[in-house]
């Protein structure tokens, strides 16, 4: 049972493989337009509903390879949590609530998050 049980693991594999390679194919051509652009996306914790408190997220598409597009995001939350995510990895079929927005727009945004309080010797000043 257990060689049946291996075998049968290999051919998944095998298979999923294959299959990873078809979608590479199909999401490519789709995913190229973007590499490069700008996004914002209205963020917020938990479901949500009228008196949440959104934030935007920013993130720009650096580049892409198979299934997935990559870049930098950031944010700052409702209560003033900073996140950063200097190498993003997201499938290159993603939502229509991103919001494209101007390069300028990015970088402005980028720059008032780096003038936070506590931020100023921050390791991502060079980012963008």
């Known amino acids: 049972m257990k060689e ?7 051919i998944i594999r095998s298979a999923r493989h294959k299959l990873d390679e078809i979608e590479a194919c199909e999401v ?14 209205q963020s917020v914790y938990a479901s949500p509903h009228s008196d949440a ?6 993130l720009m ?12 995001r950031f944010e700052k939350d409702s209560s003033g949590k900073i996140a950063i995510t200097p190498d993003c990895e997201m499938p290159s079929t993603w939502s229509e609530d991103y919001e494209q927005v101007s390069r300028p727009e990015f970088i402005a945004e980028w720059r008032k998050l780096l003038e936070t309080k506590g931020f100023e ?3 991502y000043r060079g980012v963008a």
């Not at 408190?53 to 920013?58: E, H, K, V």
């Not at 598409?61 to 930098?72: A, C, K, M, V």
């Open 53 to 58: 408190r959104y934030w935007p997220l920013y």
């Open 61 to 72: 598409i650096s580049g892409g390879e198979d299934r997935y597009l990559y870049g930098i």
């Open 28 to 41: 490519k051509p789709q995913s190229r337009p973007i590499i490069g652009k700008c996004f914002r996306h």
């Open 4 to 10: 049946y049980q291996e075998e049968l693991k290999t």
């Open 121 to 123: 010797n921050s390791q």
